[in-house]
C-alpha cells in the first residue's frame, strides 16, 4: 500500500481550515497531519514532526505566509510548500517562488484539483493556478538590448521545439522562405550562427 501523503494547513479562516482538513482526511492516500491559523503556532510542531507538504495562505495574522516558507524551507528544506491564497498579485507570486513555494494555487481552485496539486508537488511537479502560469511566462522579457519582433518570438518557440523550417512555414502559414528570412534575423540579433546555439541562448536568456 502506498504512504499516505501527510499534509500540513496553515489557514486563519476557521472555515477554511476545518473544510480542507475534512477534504484530505476524507480522501484515500492523505492525511491532515497538522492544522495552524498562524505560522508562529506551526513551526515548533513542523519541525518536531515535519508533514510532506504544507497548504500555506499568504495574508496571516502575523508572520505572513512568505515569511513563514522561508523559515520552514531554511530548516527543513525537503519540505514542499504549496501556496494557496486569494493573492494574485506579481509580487506574491514572485516572492513566494523565490523563497520556496513549489506551487501556487488561488483558493476558488476545487478540491480535486487541489488534491491533484498536493499529489503532484509531493511527486516532484510544481503545480499552479492557470492564470498565475501565465502570469509567469508573460513575465520573462527579452534581455535589454535583445528587441525580437512577436514574429521572430514565436518562430524561436517552434525552434525550441525541435520543428524544422517546413513545419515552422506550414504552422504559422508563411513561406518557407519567410522563415528562412525570420531565422537570420534572429541568428543576427542573439549573436549566434547555429539552431543551438540560438536555442541555448533563447532558454538561457528567458526570450521564450
Do not use: W
Not at 492516500?29 to 492544522?35: A, L
Not at 502570469?135 to 518570438?153: A, H
Not at 512555414?169 to 531565422?183: C, D, P, Q
Amino acid at each position: 500500500m502506498a504512504e499516505e501523503i501527510q499534509v500540513a494547513i496553515i489557514e486563519d479562516d476557521n472555515e477554511i481550515r476545518q473544510l480542507m482538513t475534512l477534504i484530505i482526511d476524507g480522501s484515500p492516500g492523505y492525511i491532515c497531519k497538522h492544522s495552524y491559523s498562524s505560522c508562529e503556532m506551526a513551526m515548533d510542531n513542523l519541525k518536531k514532526s515535519p508533514p510532506h507538504v504544507v497548504l500555506m495562505d499568504i495574508d496571516l495574522p502575523g508572520m505572513s505566509g512568505i515569511e513563514g516558507v522561508k523559515c520552514l524551507k531554511d530548516e527543513l528544506p525537503e519540505i514542499d510548500c504549496l501556496m494557496l491564497t486569494v493573492q494574485d498579485d506579481d509580487d506574491s507570486i514572485f516572492n513566494s517562488i523565490c523563497v520556496g513555494a513549489t506551487g501556487y494555487l488561488l483558493k476558488d481552485t476545487s478540491p480535486t484539483e487541489i488534491l491533484k496539486a498536493i499529489e503532484e508537488v509531493h511527486n516532484g511537479g510544481s503545480p499552479m493556478t492557470a492564470s498565475i502560469a501565465r502570469r509567469i511566462i508573460s513575465s520573462f522579457k527579452p534581455e535589454k538590448g535583445t528587441i525580437l519582433s512577436g514574429r521572430e518570438v514565436e518562430i524561436l518557440r517552434h525552434l525550441c521545439d525541435g520543428e524544422n523550417y517546413k513545419v515552422i512555414a506550414e504552422k504559422l502559414h508563411i513561406s518557407g522562405h519567410t522563415v528562412r528570412s525570420h531565422f537570420k534575423n534572429i541568428y543576427k540579433k542573439l549573436h549566434v550562427s547555429t539552431r543551438a546555439e540560438a536555442v541555448r541562448k533563447a532558454i538561457s536568456d528567458k526570450l521564450i
